[in-house]
């Protein structure tokens, strides 16, 4: 299945199964029991979707989070009333604006319907008991807009990049702050990062006191000097040549911190030298530090 055919079967077979229902209650809303935003979050994440691990949480930070790992706003190619334009896997989110009137997501499954987690038994979202109590807890129902409060965005997963690349920019954001959209595309954003993924681990390996910025200038240059990591070496300069790999596209078999250089690494490291035309020695010098962060 593709990635939006296994985060709408996800649903589907969630709203299926009565053995998980309706709850907003912090410690359980991740399941068994399921909110709208948490149920949705938890589908697109088990299909390799990486929303949450990026921080959404709720329907209020969604749309910036699903924003970052692949998805567009389609609100305004779209009739939010007739539907047209709609697509299986869109997601429906509105906000917010009273008590009466709270935020919602929904996930557009075609033919007119929507998957979502609407309430508990109490019909508030707490007091709940494990599992859907009524049937329709978490649902499968026909698409309405309501004019009062009507649905706010519509975010569709268009994500056509290397998995790979993303991972490695999900990577560079954890270990250096990059702050790099996820889409898998090395752009040039992703290759300042990659230069900054360098300068971090040369401060934190040798105390460098780089400025991590992305710039390959005289320091960095002279910091990098005649470091390498080879075969059954750990330090930060590893997790750097990891990260750096991937951003390539290429698989470094795991990316720790500080990282290890393993077998794998041993084998992406010899790839990526036959392939950039520099020597096949497995050991990331100087040399292969340069064009990976080319």
């Excluded at 319907?113 to 309430?119: D, F, I, S």
């Excluded at 707490?126 to 049937?135: I, L």
């Excluded at 006191?209 to 590893?238: I, K, P, R, W």
């Amino acid at each position: 299945m593709t990635t939006i055919e296994t985060a709408t079967q996800w649903m589907i077979d969630l709203a299926s199964d009565d053995s998980h229902g309706y709850t907003q209650d912090e410690d359980h809303r991740w399941g068994p029991d399921y909110d709208c935003s948490s149920s949705i979050i938890t589908a697109w994440e088990t299909a390799g979707v990486p929303v949450k691990t990026m921080g959404a949480t709720y329907t209020g930070n969604m749309r910036d989070v699903f924003l970052l790992c692949g998805f567009s706003d389609i609100t305004s190619s779209v009739n939010l009333i007739t539907k047209e334009g709609f697509a299986v896997g869109d997601v429906l989110l509105k906000l917010t604006i009273s008590d009466e009137k709270k935020g919602h997501a929904a996930m557009y499954i075609g033919e007119g319907r929507v998957v979502h987690a609407r309430t508990d038994e109490n019909e508030h979202g707490t007091g709940w008991q494990t599992g859907d109590q009524e049937g329709n807890e978490i649902t499968t129902s026909t698409y309405e807009n309501d004019p009062t409060h009507p649905w706010l965005y519509v975010l569709r997963y268009t994500f056509n990049g290397s998995l790979l690349v993303r991972d490695g920019q999900i990577h560079a954001n954890n270990f250096v702050g990059a702050g790099l959209v996820l889409d898998g595309h090395r752009g040039p954003a992703t290759i300042t990062a990659g230069i900054k993924v360098l300068q971090h681990a040369l401060n934190l390996d040798y105390n460098a006191g780089l400025t991590v910025d992305g710039s390959f200038g005289s320091l960095t240059q002279a910091a990098l000097g005649s470091h390498y990591v080879m075969l059954n070496e750990t330090q930060y300069l590893v997790t750097a040549a990891q990260i750096l790999l991937m951003l390539h596209g290429v698989d470094p078999h795991g990316v720790e911190s500080p990282g290890h250089f393993g077998s794998g690494m041993l084998t992406a490291v010899t790839a990526f030298q036959i392939v950039n035309n520099l020597p096949a020695t497995g050991i990331c010098n100087n040399a292969t530090f340069i064009k990976l962060i080319q």
